[in-house]
């Protein structure tokens, strides 16, 4: 099955500075790669997702990255805001998996001021 | 405000008994999936149903128990309770897959589950 790796587990930084997450998959199978947001006590929200025939997607302050030939795939969040503070997970699906998500375990994203 | 209705939202039981959660996908979703998330962890998925029937399953364990209902509201059966079953469970659907992957999932608020 899929194994997702996510680093690093915690990530603190400066208002205004730049983050990236990182995420492995072992899959070549998988084809969507979406991006959630938790905050603490709350539900994971999507915030942004790639899927396999894109190298690049941005939305805002957000973006995503994927490369496929080395089976990895960032998160960067530019001009970080005390806000964007949650933990961020990633997740890879395959395709034919039924939509069966498997998660990274998670970057604690601290924005300091 | 994700579409996605979990009750309860908090329960506390006591070890060796039996729980029923119970979930409501987005009008329009026939797939529902299970996930549990322990303290200082990640999303474990346990099981997915759509439109009725079991898709796919994970680390579920034998003494969990679930299953999707014609009006496509799902259940999750957790049984003979130990301390360590304690965890925010959370219900997520999206919408039909004609085939394949790649549909957004939607979160509920989640059951908070503590075991004493």
């Known amino acids: 099955g899929e194994n997702v790796e996510q680093h690093p587990s915690t990530l603190s930084v400066q208002e205004g500075d730049s983050a990236v997450i990182k995420c492995t998959y072992s899959d070549s199978a998988s084809n969507y790669f979406p991006w959630y947001k938790q905050e603490l006590g709350k539900r994971p929200q999507l915030i942004i997702d790639i899927r396999s025939n894109v190298g690049e997607k941005k939305d805002q302050r957000i973006a995503v990255t994927l490369n496929k030939t080395a089976k990895h795939f960032s998160l960067h969040i530019t001009e970080t805001q005390p806000e964007d503070s949650a933990v961020y997970f990633c997740a890879a699906c395959p395709t034919g998996g039924g939509n069966k998500l498997t998660f990274g375990t998670g970057t604690q994203l601290k924005v300091e001021l | 405000d994700s579409g996605v209705t979990q009750t309860p939202k908090h329960l506390i039981t006591a070890t060796g008994q039996r729980v029923t959660l119970r979930c409501s996908p987005r009008?329009?979703?026939?797939?529902v999936y299970w996930y549990q998330q322990s303290l200082d962890q990640g999303l474990q998925f346990l099981i997915q149903y759509y439109n009725g029937e079991e898709r796919a399953k994970g680390n579920i364990l034998e003494r969990f128990s679930a299953q999707q209902f014609p009006d496509l509201h799902s259940e999750l059966n957790l049984s003979s309770l130990e301390l360590g079953d304690s965890a925010l469970y959370f219900c997520?659907?999206?919408?039909?897959?004609?085939?394949?992957?790649?549909?957004?999932?939607?979160f509920g608020e989640g059951s908070w589950l503590t075991v004493v």
């Open positions: 009008s329009g979703d026939l797939s």
């Open positions: 997520a659907s999206s919408a039909p897959s004609g085939r394949g992957s790649g549909n957004t999932i939607y």
